[in-house]
C-alpha cells in the first residue's frame, strides 16, 4: 500500500491527464518508455502505474465526462486523493463488454431518475484499494426515462462509500503482487 499511496501523491497516476487539471499529459510514447522502465524493475509497480493510466476513469472523463464531473474528479486522480480502477472482467463476460456483462436499469423512484445496477465484477485491478470504480454495464431503458431511445454499453463513476457497494475480496493470481479484487 506504501508504493501505491507513494505512486498516486506523485502524480504517476495522473500521465492521460491535463495540466489544467494537475495532471502531467504526457504523448503516447513518452507513457510508455516510463511503463517499459518500471516495468523492467517490477512488473507488480508496472501494473499499478499502467491501470490508471489506461481505459478507465481518467481517460473516460477526459473524453467523454461533463465539465462539473471533470472538475470534480480529474484533480483528484490527478493528485492522487482519488485512486481508480476500471471494472469490466465479470464471472461471464471475462474482458468483454458485448459478452454477457452485468445490466442496469433506468428506473424512477420518488419523481427523481436513477439507474439501478447489480454488478458482479472480479479480476479488477486495484479494486480492493480503489476510492473510485468505472463501472461498465448494459444500460437498459424500458420505459424511455432518458427520452433518446438509447441502450447499450455506458460506465458509471462509483465512489467507494456508495451505499450497497462491496469491496473486500482480494485476488492473487498468478502470485503477481498487485492488488486485484472484486466489485459487487
Known sequence: NYWIKYLANNKYFSFLIHDEYGGIKLSVNELSNILTKISSIDPALGVIT???????????????GTPEQKSKYLPGLANGSYIPCFGLTGPNNGSDATGNIDEGNVVKINDKIMIKVKINKRYITLAPVANLMGIAFNLKDDNNLLNNNKKGITLALIERDHKGLIQETYHNPLNAGFPNGTIK
Open 50 to 64: 499502467m491501470v490508471p493510466n489506461s481505459l478507465g476513469p481518467g481517460e473516460l472523463l477526459t473524453h467523454y
